[in-house]
Nanobody, 121 residues
Framework: QVQLVESGGGLVQDGGSLRLSCAAS????????MGWYRQAPGKQREMVAT???????NNRDSVKGRFTISRNNAENTVYLQMNSLKPEDTGVYYC???????????????WGQGTQVTVSS
């Protein structure tokens, strides 16, 4: 099994910054894609940013220029630096990791438990 531990959420004012972290551990042979998703109350979960093992990123249009995703392959960790936060960025942020299990070399996709980000106006 693969476990994900997230940290870094909290309450911040409009224009503030936060940095989220997500560390993966367990039966991991390799990790391909790591990413962050978010879900606001009453809305569907949406992709915020993803990053491949080679560092190719894909960001949601509304966060381009404000959020930066990065990863540390040696530590199986992904980060999301969020600057110039807006009230509409409020939601629960979930880490997502996809890769190959060391146990049976099968594909896995795991979600973190979620961390709350609240941006006050």
């Amino acid at each position: 099994q693969v476990q994900l531990v997230e940290s870094g959420g909290g309450l911040v004012q409009d224009g503030g910054s936060l940095r989220l972290s997500c560390a993966a551990s367990g039966s991991i042979f390799s990790i391909s894609v790591m990413g962050w998703y978010r879900q606001a109350p009453g809305k569907q979960r949406e992709m915020v940013a993803t990053i491949t093992r080679n560092g190719r990123t894909n960001n949601r249009d509304s966060v381009k220029g404000r959020f930066t995703i990065s990863r540390n392959n040696a530590e199986n960790t992904v980060y999301l630096q969020m600057n110039s936060l807006k009230p509409e960025d409020t939601g629960v942020y979930y880490c997502r990791v996809e890769g190959i299990s060391a146990y049976d070399k099968s594909y896995f996709g795991s979600w973190g438990q979620g961390t709350q980000v609240t941006v006050s106006s």
